[in-house]
């Protein structure tokens, strides 16, 4: 504690020893003007502070040149200091004597330094102070304060509730962080369960009581789980908490913005900028070879391979060269998102995936190449590289790679091609069969009216509107029936409503739902599979499931596989069953009127049709 402190602190005792005398309740004023200020002191207390009140009295006894009242001895002529039971300090001054004490309080006043505005408002204080002097004995209560953290000089004598009072509003105006948590045990530590002889629901009461006073002042109290304390802490506002978290943000990223400056200047050389110019464009081509090889990665090219190996070898150089790592990353790197590849062969991808539980298709594996792409993109614009590539060979060998590329390409839409085209040869195929129609009778002849003998033209045929990724399987569509006719489509986070009609399932005889509606239909009923009891029945439907699979394939042109599974092969670890199970989720309508009761017309006959499959 250095001088000035001392000074202060001295005043500060000063001044409140004589506010005490000064302030006494008027029932302690005698007859003869007299105040008779009266305190109570336990043997303990007398020992602790007794001594340093004395001292001060008799400092104001020697400012005001005349002498107090003060007992040092009791009736008997013990001395007050030794005994061990309770005894009445009786401080007599004379009106003339108050005066002088008032004047110099004054004056004393005048010369404490201006203290801080206090960290909490001085009546919240009282309020404080006056709940504390009622939780234990005097004794107790300076035990506690000196506990947590409060000097013994600042303990003065008084009432409990003035004596903490004068201890909280000192501490409050300090400067000093030992003094601000010093008054944060103080009110957080009264409301600790033990100070209320283990009383938990009083000391959550006075908690919430200590609370509503502190809210004023943007205060409250909080509960350590470290040491199991309780503290009165301030409760930092948004914009403050955002200054705080800046600055230990500031701090915390010094060192790396230094490095990132270093780094700026080593990667703007001109044969750097050179080399992050090349690394962008291989990197490019390398996407594209990544992307040509995840479309069909069952049979890659020994060429495809190639161009794989030679552009990952000369990525791998430029970023040893460029000193960036994969590993070492800083808040401010320029490299977060560079990854490396799972693989180092096409030919072994699939077993190195497989080895590692990792899914071989470029929707994996495109997020992590963008991602990288972008920060290779980033870092060419702010080192501002060029567009042309300096070494001839490196380019004429990208030049050639994006050749092949567009070569195979071609190749494999042409395929694709092909194969939608000789699906929709199938369906037509199928849809033009000739039936044997056994002729039993002569129908009436009647003449219709005109229009009745147009015939409807075909419509147009559809497909599904939305372009399907690359290696999507009729696992991955789910068709959810909304009612008889209308159904929900999901397929690979895509979502389309349409209706029997549109998906080419009408009876163009009645623009009703035809017979492989109502088989889709009852295999939303039946989980997706169908038995039979008998091979016979197996028969008679065998050519409405074949209509249905070919009717799908041409409503879903990017999908090349029969969407039944084989009729023998439902699962190889079981016993083959005579059935059909279909390869796509079928969810059935959730109304219940989707199921014709007997007793209901059935225009789909889905009733019959139900009784027909049961297994």
């Not at 530590?189 to 809210?215: C, N, V, W």
């Not at 230990?248 to 080593?266: G, H, I, R």
């Not at 045929?461 to 929900?488: A, M, N, Y």
């Not at 399932?505 to 599979?529: C, M, S, T, Y």
Request: charged share 35%; proline share 5%; with cysteine.
């Amino acid at each position: 504690m250095d001088t000035g402190e001392k000074v202060e602190r001295s005043l500060d005792r000063k001044i409140k020893v004589l506010r005490g005398i000064l302030e006494a309740p008027a029932d302690e004023r005698s007859d003869d003007g007299k105040v008779s200020h009266i305190k109570s002191i336990d043997t303990y207390k007398i020992g602790v502070l007794y001594k340093p009140l004395i001292a001060i009295l008799h400092e104001l006894q020697l400012a005001i040149a005349s002498d107090l009242d003060i007992p040092l001895f009791d009736d008997d002529g013990r001395d007050i200091i030794g005994e061990s039971e309770d005894h009445l300090l009786e401080v007599v001054v004379e009106k003339e004597d108050a005066d002088r004490l008032s004047a110099l309080l004054k004056e004393y006043e005048k010369q404490l330094p201006k203290r801080k505005k206090p960290r909490i408002r001085e009546k919240a204080l009282e309020l404080i102070a006056k709940k504390i002097g009622d939780i234990d004995t005097e004794y107790n209560l300076i035990k506690f304060l000196k506990s947590c953290g409060v000097d013994e000089e600042l303990i003065i004598p008084d009432t409990k509730w003035r004596m903490v009072f004068n201890v909280m509003t000192y501490l409050a105006s300090s400067d000093k962080k030992s003094d601000k948590d010093a008054l944060g045990k103080i009110i957080g530590g009264a409301t600790h369960p033990l100070m209320h002889e283990g009383d938990g629901g009083s000391a959550f009461i006075l908690r919430k009581q200590f609370d509503e006073y502190l809210k004023y002042d943007n205060m409250g109290i909080a509960y350590d789980e470290k040491d199991g304390s309780y503290e009165a802490l301030r409760n930092a506002d948004d914009e403050e908490v955002g200054i705080q978290l800046q600055m230990e943000a500031d701090e915390a990223l010094a060192p790396y913005e230094e490095y990132s400056e270093k780094q700026l200047l080593f990667l703007s050389r001109p044969e750097n900028k050179e080399k992050i110019s090349m690394l962008r464009k291989v990197y490019h081509s390398l996407i594209n070879v990544v992307f040509a090889f995840c479309e069909n990665p069952t049979r890659p090219t020994v060429e495809l391979n190639q161009d794989f190996q030679s552009l990952s070898r000369l990525i791998n150089k430029i970023k040893d060269d460029l000193e960036l790592s994969t590993v070492d990353r800083g808040p401010l790197s320029r490299n977060e998102h560079f990854f490396i590849l799972p693989f180092y062969n096409l030919f072994s991808a699939e077993k190195v995936c497989q080895e590692q539980d990792e899914e071989l298709s470029w929707q994996r594996i495109r997020p992590e190449m963008y991602a990288m792409y972008g920060d290779i993109e980033d870092l060419y614009r702010e080192v501002n590289g060029g567009d042309v590539i300096a070494e001839p060979e490196i380019q004429k060998k990208l030049d050639e790679i994006q050749l092949r590329l567009s070569t195979l390409r071609k190749e494999r839409e042409t395929a694709r091609t092909a194969a939608r085209r000789r699906i929709r040869a199938r369906t037509k195929n199928s849809s033009t069969v000739a039936a044997k129609i056994e002729i039993t009778s002569l129908p009436e002849v009647r003449i219709k009216k005109e229009e009745d003998n147009t015939i409807p033209k075909n419509t147009k045929e559809k497909s599904f509107p939305f372009d399907l990724p690359r290696g999507t399987k009729w696992e991955h569509f789910t068709i959810q029936f909304l009612d008889k006719e209308k159904v929900r489509i999901t397929v690979k986070g895509k979502k389309y409503e349409t209706n029997f009609a549109d998906m080419g399932f009408g009876d163009q005889r009645d623009g009703k739902p035809n017979q492989q509606w109502v088989l889709l239909l009852i295999l939303a009923h039946k989980g997706g599979e169908l038995t039979w009891k008998d091979s016979e029945a197996k028969k008679k439907y065998k050519k409405t499931v074949q209509l249905l699979a070919n009717g799908l394939s041409s409503y879903f042109t990017q999908i090349d596989k029969d969407p039944f599974w084989p009729y023998e092969d439902i699962d190889p670890l079981e016993k083959p069953r005579r059935s059909y199970k279909i390869k796509l989720k079928l969810i059935p309508p959730t109304n219940t009127d989707s199921i014709p009761q007997p007793e209901d017309k059935d225009e789909l006959g889905i009733h019959e049709e139900l009784n027909k499959f049961n297994s």
